[in-house]
T-cell receptor, first 112, second 112 residues
Framework: DAGVTQSPTHLIKTRGQQVTLRCSPKSGHDTVSWYQQALGQGPQFIFQYYEEEERQRGNFPDRFSGHQFPNYSSELNVNALLLGDSALYLC???????????FGSGTRLTVV | KQEVTQIPAALSVPEGENLVLNCSFTDSAIYNLQWFRQDPGKGLTSLLLIQSSQREQTSGRLNASLDKSSGRSTLYIAASQPGDSATYLCAVLTDSWGKFQFGAGTQVVVTP
């Protein structure tokens, strides 16, 4: 049984560019959350998707947007990249009613 | 606003010693608390999940306790091994939709 799959694993972008990160949830999971983890810090909640809609959002600017597809997979888009967006981006999935999260291995984004 | 604090930020012990990692949270109205392990540059691996109605959970050498009234959880790792070296993160589930608030983590080094 595959867990949460994220792609790509590493990415280098230039300031001002746009990036798209992808996540496939664990089989049977219908909810996807995205987290940003800066070096030496705990993950910070970006937003959560359920039934193809953004259900709740953390304290992140509108440059961060997302999407969930009918097969429950999800994308995280970041526009107008800043140096401070450099971080490990984690995707986590869960099934509604079961609050045990499964995390992916993350995408390491470096903005230069 | 829920805040999660982990003390100490770093810990180094000789192999064989027991590890005690502390997590405190400011709002006792939580759904559950989860302990994760993170290896350098990697994603999160769930270790133990404690439901809000539970006092503790055990898995092998790991034991986690939860005291909601005092806003504290403790992770005990018995007879530590060099392979236990990692960062340990505590996260509280703050709502029924599945939003986690993380601590910054405790970095553990077990020396042979």
């Amino acid at each position: 049984d595959a867990g949460v799959t994220q792609s790509p694993t590493h990415l280098i972008k230039t300031r001002g560019q746009q990036v798209t990160l992808r996540c496939s949830p664990k089989s049977g999971h219908d909810t996807v959350s995205w987290y940003q983890q800066a070096l030496g810090q705990g993950p910070q909640f970006i937003f959560q998707y359920y039934e193809e809609e953004e259900r709740q959002r953390g304290n992140f600017p509108d440059r961060f947007s997302g999407h969930q597809f009918p097969n429950y997979s999800s994308e995280l888009n970041v526009n107008a990249l800043l140096l401070g967006d450099s971080a490990l981006y984690l995707c986590a999935s869960l099934a509604q009613g079961n609050y045990g999260y499964t995390f992916g291995s993350g995408t390491r984004l470096t903005v230069v | 606003k829920q805040e999660v604090t982990q003390i100490p930020a770093a810990l180094s012990v000789p192999e064989g010693e027991n590890l005690v990692l502390n997590c405190s949270f400011t709002d006792s109205a939580i759904y559950n608390l989860q302990w994760f392990r993170q290896d350098p540059g990697k994603g999160l691996t769930s270790l133990l999940l404690i439901q809000s109605s539970q006092r503790e959970q055990t898995s092998g050498r790991l034991n986690a306790s939860l005291d909601k009234s005092s806003g504290r959880s403790t992770l005990y790792i018995a007879a530590s091994q060099p392979g236990d070296s990692a960062t340990y993160l505590c996260a509280v589930l703050t709502d029924s939709w599945g939003k986690f608030q993380f601590g910054a983590g405790t970095q553990v080094v077990v020396t042979p």
